[in-house]
Nanobody, 129 residues
Framework: QVELVESGGGSVQAGGSLKLSCEAS????????AGWFRQAPGQEREGVAL??????YYADSVKGRFTISQDNGKNTIYLQMNSLKPEDTATYYC????????????????????????WGKGILVTVSS
């Protein structure tokens, strides 16, 4: 059974940084698409960043500020978030797919949920102005 557990969320002032982690059990990162989505209050969930061996994808809204990475030894993916803005406030979810990242379109880069098979429960990030 696949389980994804996010950690590292919290409250930060605008301009600050947070690093989210997503540890997996029952699943090994590195062979398929994995990444992060977010859902702000009253809005639809949107893709933030995806990674697949040799490729990374970022939504235009976070490009240059967020970095997705992976630690194979810890079976964990990360989302380093810098220069945070109030509009980054959302519940952040990690998700994994059964194959390559296929649900990416653009430019501007749009990341969709199609193909993501397993999801974490989400973690709240609040950015105050």
């Amino acid at each position: 059974q696949v389980e994804l557990v996010e950690s590292g969320g919290g409250s930060v002032q605008a301009g600050g940084s947070l690093k989210l982690s997503c540890e997996a059990s029952g699943y090994t990162y590195g062979s398929a698409c994995a990444g992060w989505f977010r859902q702000a209050p009253g809005q639809e969930r949107e893709g933030v960043a995806l990674m697949y061996p040799g490729r990374t994808y970022y939504a235009d809204s976070v490009k240059g500020r967020f970095t997705i990475s992976q630690d194979n030894g810890k079976n964990t993916i990360y989302l380093q978030m810098n220069s945070l803005k109030p509009e980054d406030t959302a519940t952040y979810y990690c998700a994994v797919a059964g194959g390559p990242c296929t649900a990416v379109a653009g430019p501007p880069t749009e990341i969709y949920e199609y193909g993501m098979e397993y999801w974490g429960k989400g973690i709240l990030v609040t950015v105050s102005s």
